[in-house]
Structures are given as C-alpha cells and as structure tokens.
C-alpha cells in the first residue's frame, strides 16, 4: 500500500510545540542555530547550478517547494532572497504558524496542509527542499518518488537528514535530547535515520542524480554550524533530476 507517507505520531509530536517555531530560544533553538549555513548551502547551490546572476536577489522568479515547512523557518529567508515559495506540511498547526508568522510580516508565501502524495498543484517546482523530514516520514521511498513528481526536469532537490550510524545514536540523541535537553526527548527515532546510500539509491530509481554531498557539523567553540566532510551525523545531499 503506497497511499501514505504521513506518521500521525510524528505529526503529533510536532504539532504539540508549533507554537515555539519563531522562538529562537525555545525548542527550536536548535534549528535557528543551524538556520545560517541551510540558507547559504541552498542559495549558493542553487545561483551556481541554475546559472543566476542577480546580486540584491539572488533567487528571484525561482520556484520552491519546501516540503515538511513546519513554521516556515526556511520559507521566509528563501522569500526574501527573491524566490517564489510554496510551503506544505502535514500537521495544520504548523501551517497556521507559519500563516501568521508571514502575514505578520507581509510576505507573499503560500502555505498548504498537505504531504507530496496529496499535493494538489498544476504546476512543477525548479527546487524542492526536503530539510529534515525524511527522518519523520513513513515509507521513505513513495515519499521521495511523490517529491520527484513535484520537480522539474534539471530541477534540484535538497535533503538534509541524519546518517544511520553509532556516532548519529550518541550525538543526536543521547547528546541532544538526554544530556545536553538541545530537543525534546523523542524527537528522534534513530530507526527511521537514513544512510547516504541508501537515500542515493532511491532517488537514483525516480531520476534524480546525486551532484554533491557534504557533511554538517556544529563547532562547540564558535558555537556555529560549519561544512565538514564528516557525513557521519548529519549531512546534505544536492540532487539533478534527469
């Protein structure tokens, strides 16, 4: 049965805090941290691929889907950068946060409840970002088969996820939510953590070629996020489709 990628209890985890999103000290603190080098990797990825040339904004007329949006953390800063943006996440008070948060702002994103499976849209996207949410989703294979369908051909699509390694176990989760109380407890199930192969692997069957992976890694001292060729925890993935 193919007709679902949507995880009630992962949707419900996330729904429970959606109020936090725009807290850069609440329970997102960690993604606001690693916020800076997601935005850099993708516009300078996407100005460089796609051939772009404009210097105040860097994306203008690009479209983006950002699947699993959440509050719309991502969205806004690619609005920003002169994208065209279109966010869909499966829980619905997410998408009311991230509502609010852009009219607030007088941003012209548009939000929809909705997974890739149901998506219900004409037209194909120049970019999707899929930043941390296969880790989340049920039957990883139909979910990524579903984003291809939502992508152009030559388009890219990013995903940002956490390897399947020991190293994954004790810095995401033990070091994340149990000692250092960085993420709720259970934010992670390490089960459902991806290894670079087997993501290569899947979107090789629906086109989409890998063009460059890099590791992410969080520099105690300076207390950024920083590049590293290190993929053994988290790690991002550029890929073609053909």
């Not at 950068?81 to 991230?98: R, T």
């Not at 699509?157 to 399947?164: C, E, G, Q």
Request: aromatic letters at 10%.
């Amino acid at each position: 049965m193919k007709s679902n990628t949507i995880n009630k209890k992962e949707i419900e985890k996330f729904s429970k805090i959606a109020d936090e999103w725009w807290d850069p000290n609440g329970k997102f603190k960690p993604l606001h941290k690693f916020n800076p080098i997601r935005i850099a990797y993708i516009r300078d990825n996407i100005v460089k691929t796609l051939k772009l040339n404009n210097k105040n904004k860097p994306l203008k007329n690009v479209k983006i889907l950002d699947i699993g949006c959440g509050g719309g953390l991502l969205c806004e800063p690619m609005h920003r950068l002169g994208a065209d943006v279109v966010g869909i996440d499966a829980s619905e008070k997410n998408i009311k946060v991230a509502k609010i948060h852009s009219i607030k702002d007088n941003l012209n994103i548009k939000y929809f409840c909705a997974s890739p499976e149901n998506f219900k849209t004409k037209k194909k996207f120049d970019v999707i970002l899929n930043m941390e949410i296969v880790e989340h989703v049920e039957n990883l294979d139909f979910f990524l088969e579903s984003c291809s369908k939502l992508l152009k051909k030559n388009g890219l699509m990013f995903v940002a996820t956490l390897n399947k390694t020991l190293k994954s176990y004790l810095f995401a989760i033990i070091g994340a939510e149990y000692i250092l109380k960085w993420l709720p407890i259970g934010t992670h199930e390490w089960e459902k953590f991806v290894k670079p192969n087997d993501l290569i692997n899947i979107q090789k069957k629906y086109n989409l070629k890998l063009d460059a992976i890099d590791g992410m890694k969080l520099n105690l001292v300076s207390n950024e996020w920083n590049l590293s060729k290190d993929k053994s925890v988290n790690y991002i993935g550029k890929f073609i489709k053909s």
